[in-house]
Nanobody, 115 residues
Framework: QVQLVESGGDLVQAGGSLRLSCVAS????????MGWYRQAPEKQRELVAT???????RYADSVKGRFTISRDFAKYTMYLQMNSLKPEDTAIYYC?????????WGQGTQVTVSP
């Protein structure tokens, strides 16, 4: 079984920064893809940033140039550096990882950006 634990969510003012972490219970090499998603109140969950199957990165248009996804294989950890935060970035942020045939999700971490 795979466990993903997110942390780093907080209340921050617009223009501020946060770094989210996602610690996996096994080596990141195990995963076919990994990424960050978010879900705002009354909205569908959406992709924020992801490592693709060929290890390139992909970002939602709304976060390009502001967010950066990264990994530390030694620490079994994926990060999301979020800069220039906007109120519309307010959401629960989820870590996701895929092994062939199965998607795993963390419990989420709340990010709230005040005007």
């Amino acid at each position: 079984q795979v466990q993903l634990v997110e942390s780093g969510g907080d209340l921050v003012q617009a223009g501020g920064s946060l770094r989210l972490s996602c610690v996996a219970s096994r080596s990141l090499i195990s995963f076919r893809t990994m990424g960050w998603y978010r879900q705002a109140p009354e909205k569908q969950r959406e992709l924020v940033a992801t490592f693709t199957i060929d290890d390139s990165t992909r970002y939602a248009d709304s976060v390009k140039g502001r967010f950066t996804i990264s990994r530390d294989f030694a620490k079994y950890t994926m990060y999301l550096q979020m800069n220039s935060l906007k109120p519309e970035d307010t959401a629960i942020y989820y870590c996701s990882a895929q092994i062939i045939g199965t998607d795993y999700w963390g419990q989420g971490t709340q990010v709230t950006v005040s005007p």
